[in-house]
């Protein structure tokens, strides 16, 4: 079966800080990463993808792939109170989405 | 502006009733989907359509049904047999089929309550 898995959190990180959110998954053919975004109550949105192994940055996050390893992260750099959200880890494979069940950051001021 | 529209936004609905939520895109994607998210659960795929006329059932169909018959819109029914309906259903777009690059445009969502 194919898995995702992120730790729930809570996460907690000072303002200013880096905050950094991991997940693995379990199918060797994952294709492609996705980070989506997920404010309480509200719908999920992309921050980043990712399909080659290494980092991609995009102004305060990068995400980091590691194939061999199977893990994906999300690096947010100079934390923000606004960047408190629950954040989700998708994976591609073949056609599907699979989503882990996010990670909750929290941002103290 | 473009983007995805889901109504109602909260919907409460007593044991053994039908009801059905309304979810239309005007962004002139392809690829339509149904998610349900429970608490502390990632996103689990009901059902999912690529092209008018035609949907395929996702993880959790049972209990659900859903049509196509416009581009821009993809209802999505809760039956009486779906037996635990508590949750927040979320629509969601792609450009290409099969969940495109990835990339979902997702509706507000709708919160669904079984009295």
């Known amino acids: 079966q194919k898995e995702v898995e992120q730790n729930s959190g809570p996460l907690s990180v000072p303002e200013g800080a880096i905050a950094s959110l991991n997940c693995t998954y379990s199918?060797?053919?994952?294709?492609?990463f996705f980070w989506y975004r997920q404010y309480s109550g509200k719908s999920p949105e992309l921050i980043m993808f990712?399909?080659s192994n290494g980092d991609k940055e995009d102004g305060r996050f990068t995400a980091q792939l590691n194939k061999a390893s199977q893990y994906v992260s999300l690096l947010i750099r100079d934390s923000q109170p606004s960047d408190s959200a629950t954040y989700l880890c998708?994976?591609?494979?073949?056609?599907?989405?699979?989503w882990g069940a996010g990670t909750k950051l929290i941002i103290k001021p | 502006d473009g983007g995805i529209t889901q109504s109602p936004k909260y919907l409460f609905r007593k044991e053994g009733q039908n009801v059905t939520l309304s979810c239309e895109q005007n962004?002139?994607?392809?690829?339509m989907y149904w998610y349900r998210q429970d608490p502390g659960q990632g996103l689990r795929l009901i059902y999912y359509?690529?092209?008018?006329?035609?949907?395929q059932k996702g993880d959790i169909a049972e209990g659900y049904s859903v049509s196509r018959e416009k581009k821009e819109s993809f209802p999505l029914t809760v039956t009486s047999a779906q037996k635990n309906p508590t949750a927040f259903y979320l629509c969601?777009?792609?450009?290409?089929?099969?969940?495109?690059?990835?990339?979902?445009?997702f509706g507000e969502g709708s919160r669904l309550t079984v009295l």
């Open positions: 969601a777009s792609s450009m290409g089929g099969a969940g495109g690059a990835g990339e979902l445009f």
């Open positions: 962004l002139n994607h392809d690829a």
């Open positions: 359509s690529q092209i008018v006329n035609d949907f």
């Open positions: 199918d060797r053919g994952s294709q492609s």
């Open positions: 990712i399909y």
């Open positions: 998708a994976v591609k494979v073949n056609y599907q989405l699979i």
